[in-house]
């Protein structure tokens, strides 16, 4: 098992590894892709033993990684780069995709791209056994912006049922697409359903009745995307900070010797609590869901082990002062909370873009802040990025 990665914010030597691994991945397509391009359609038989060869190189990149293999399409065929499991690998994947040659027959996506109704049950079936054309589904919202959805199948033996579960998430990814699912999905459930019969009134429950058929399904996840962002500020959040009201939130960590991600935090104060709660509860977290603006949701770490709460206090209005007054002139950003933790200071900053990174970084360098600080990611898929703010920070815990 290779050790954890960064990618956009890594040393010289890790990133030229990282690429001279990624350029082998790529020579390992060339040779499993040759002729396609003059292959209308593969068979399941043909995509099962492709995905193998391919997945087996991207591990060898990254473990965790997979690839997919989409049906054919008039311009060829489509390998899908997938985090399968584990964590900090969607700029691993992103970057074997950026970087990926151009093959004949052959497109890298990142992010699979919705399916008609037929190929996406057809697509499940093949891979998973199930049928799920009689399914029907409900959609509906959860803390932090996220969308749950549930299918019944009188199919289906109950809500525990491994089988059911992995083709009804398989289904859902493949009917609102790769993206979607990734940034808005936070649970996709089952649940069994009386089968169907002549008497209607008898046979179904309104709880049946008032769900969704599969092709209203997608309609109804991006009906409830537009909404949130409908909802969304029309402003960036610098532009309004002076206007917000904060709010208080109460945290109740258990005391280790050290912590990682915002483990220890005891008690925040912020701009944007339901996207704060939504990261501390350790959801599925997107910055999408919460700026129409592209703003991403970074936060500080400083190690404050030996400071007072007084010294700690004190600590983290001087780093939020210090974000403001360099990004907000830039129209970069802002700090958007702060919070005290039984080890560490935290500042969470809404960042306009990642190249405003290295800005933010240096606003805080002349603080001479512990070598034990980092500016560290909320989404999921980045936990293994970072920036020390020292010569000498180490990995974050």
Do not use: N
Not at 106 to 116: D, I, K, Y
Not at 206 to 232: G, N, Y
Not at 284 to 296: D, I, L, P, Q, W
Not at 333 to 357: D, K, P
Request: proline residues 6%; glycine residues 6%; charged residues 25%.
């Amino acid at each position: 098992m290779k050790p954890p990665m960064r990618v956009w914010f890594a040393s010289e030597a890790d990133r030229a590894a990282l690429l001279a691994r990624t350029s082998e991945f790529h020579d390992q397509v060339r040779r499993a892709v040759s002729g396609l391009e003059h292959r209308e359609a593969l068979d399941q038989a043909d995509i099962a033993r492709l995905e193998v060869r391919l997945t087996d190189a991207a591990c060898r990149v990254a473990p965790g990684l997979r690839v997919e293999v989409q049906k054919a399409r008039p311009s060829g065929h489509e390998l899908v780069v997938l985090p399968d499991s584990g964590e900090g690998l969607e700029c691993v994947a992103a970057e074997m995709v950026r970087f990926a040659p151009v093959l004949p027959g052959v497109t890298f996506q990142r992010h699979g791209r919705a399916l008609p109704l037929e190929l996406a049950l057809d697509d499940v079936r093949a891979r998973t056994g199930f049928d799920l054309s009689f399914a029907r589904a409900r959609v509906g919202f959860s803390r932090g912006h996220l969308l749950e959805v549930v299918l019944h199948s009188h199919r289906f033996a109950s809500t525990a049922d491994e089988g059911a579960l992995g083709a009804a998430d398989l289904l859902v990814s493949r009917l609102i697409g790769d993206l979607h699912y990734h940034e808005w999905i936070g649970a996709v459930d089952v649940a069994p359903a009386p089968r169907g019969g002549p008497l209607r009134v008898v046979t179904e429950s309104a709880d049946v009745a008032s769900t969704l058929t599969l092709a209203e399904l997608a309609p109804a996840v991006q009906r409830a995307i537009e909404q949130v962002d409908e909802a969304l500020p029309a402003e960036r959040y610098h532009e309004r900070k002076q206007r917000e009201g904060w709010t208080m939130l109460d945290c109740f960590p258990e005391m280790q010797t050290d912590y990682s991600l915002a483990d220890d935090l005891a008690m925040a104060s912020t701009l944007v609590p339901e996207a704060l709660k939504c990261f501390l509860q350790g959801s599925r977290f997107s910055s999408r869901r919460f700026s129409r603006h592209g703003e991403r949701l970074v936060y500080v770490k400083i190690d404050a082990a030996s400071s007072t709460p007084e010294q700690r206090h004190a600590l983290g209005v001087a780093v939020e002062d210090a974000i403001d007054a360099a990004l907000v002139p830039l129209r970069a950003g802002c700090a958007v909370g702060a919070g005290i933790g039984l080890r560490y200071v935290y500042v969470f900053v809404m960042l306009e873009g990642l190249e405003h990174c290295r800005a933010l970084s240096d606003a805080l360098r002349p603080l001479k802040v512990d070598p034990r600080s980092w500016i560290l990611f909320c989404d999921i898929g980045w936990e293994h990025e970072w920036i020390g703010l020292c010569e000498s920070t180490p990995t974050p815990p």
